[in-house]
């Protein structure tokens, strides 16, 4: 089937520790994205990439860094700077705007737990 | 600066009682306005899309409806099976935006 894999489901990171969040898709879908959720909170964008090797920075995307060297991955890795990275982490993907108005309909993964020990 | 509010925050209904979730957006130029359910732990799942005022769109008990500020989501005959997080987004006219998401309706449907 078709759909955004996300994985771990659930990730524990020691303080000072880099950690790495997998997020692939099987949609051939351009653009990719990655959310931070916290608890009460709506979805707030960290970074996106509309094509391959090329991805811009959201909202709050201090103390994150993504790569984008396939179509199917967009991998997140939460780094040492980020000094409040428990929360639920939400990949995304859709076609590109360009492809017309019904193109850009976001579909997300399963999402990540991720818990400062 | 492109805003989405929705409300309320939360809503408990009995089976059966219809009700409405309201979003109110700013946006210069809508390109989109989105509709998803989200379930406790899970990832949100796509229900709706409207591009233009007046649009209207059905699945089971629910319906999105969008005028120049708001959509509203009318649940018909909830059931508990109903009980989620709703998120409206946007998405804005010029470039390649990402969607802007609201903070969502908890809505909770008591047998």
Known sequence: DGGITQSPKYLFRKEGQNVTLSCEQNLNHDAMYWYRQDPGQ????????QIVNDFQ????AEGYSVS???KESFPLTVTSAQKNPTAFYLCASSRPQSRGASGNTIYFGEGSWLTVV | EDQVTQSPEALR???????S???????????GLFWYRQDPGKGPEFLFTLYSAGEEKEKERLKA???KKESFLHITAPKPEDSATYLCAVTPMRGNTPLVFGKGTRLSVIA
């Open chain 1, 42 to 49: 709506g979805l707030r964008l960290i970074y996106y990439s």
């Open chain 1, 57 to 60: 920075k959201g909202d709050i």
């Open chain 1, 68 to 70: 984008r060297e396939k």
């Open chain 2, 13 to 19: 209904l009995q089976e059966g009682e219809s009700s």
């Open chain 2, 21 to 31: 979730l309201n979003c109110s957006y700013t946006v210069s130029g809508l390109r």
């Open chain 2, 65 to 67: 409806t969008l005028t």
